[in-house]
């Protein structure tokens, strides 16, 4: 597969967030963190971020522990707060692409907030434009930016995005989710590790 090459100009900052607890993956039968658990042998974490290394984008690793969501978007936001916008992409998606980060962050050159969509299923990362700022800043809680994201579509400021990634949507929240992403990344041709 050909290395990705990175949009000409500003471009918008890769948030990968990595503060969540992964309750739900020891609750499933997982043990120690699921950014640390084996997919084809390497970290899930590590998948996540080869792909943000290749998409050539800016990145920022939020790892510090938060409350919720919400929090972790906040806290990266602020510590990028003069970026042009942000991808929020939750570190546990391990099989997205490097052409859809990049796809994403061309789609905010027109509009205020872009949502992939695989197969009519919205997924991350979620992008977000520099008008944005206050509204992500202020953000706490579990639920993350789905309220500036609903606010947007409601203003029609919004897009969505269709894309051919399975990726978008394969998060690792159970051990039952990381068997499924082994099955798909064993039935699709990977890139090869950068690092």
Not at 37 to 43: E, I, N, T
Not at 64 to 72: K, L, T
Not at 161 to 176: A, C, H, N, R, W
């Amino acid at each position: 597969m050909k290395e990705v090459l990175a949009m000409p100009g500003p471009q918008p900052v890769v948030l990968v967030l990595a503060s969540g607890r992964g309750q739900r993956f020891n609750a499933s039968g997982g043990t120690g963190s699921k950014l640390h658990a084996l997919l084809g042998g390497r970290p899930v974490l590590e998948w996540t971020l080869d792909a943000v290394r290749r998409s050539g984008l800016p990145w920022h690793l939020e790892a510090q522990a938060h409350e919720g969501m919400g929090d972790s978007i906040a806290a990266a936001v602020q510590a990028t707060r003069d970026a042009p916008g942000w991808l929020v992409l939750p570190a546990d998606l391990p099989l997205v692409q490097p052409e859809t980060l990049l796809a994403v962050a061309a789609a905010l050159s027109g509009h205020a907030v872009v949502v992939p969509r695989f197969e009519g299923r919205r997924g991350h990362p979620v992008g977000f434009g520099s008008s944005c700022r206050d509204a992500l800043l202020r953000l706490r809680g579990a639920e993350g930016a789905a309220s500036v994201v609903r606010s947007h579509e409601k203003t029609g400021l919004a897009s969505h995005l269709d894309v051919k990634d399975p990726g978008v949507l394969t998060d690792i929240d159970t051990v039952e989710d990381l068997a499924a992403a082994e099955l798909l990344l064993a039935s699709s041709p990977r890139r090869p590790a950068t690092f």
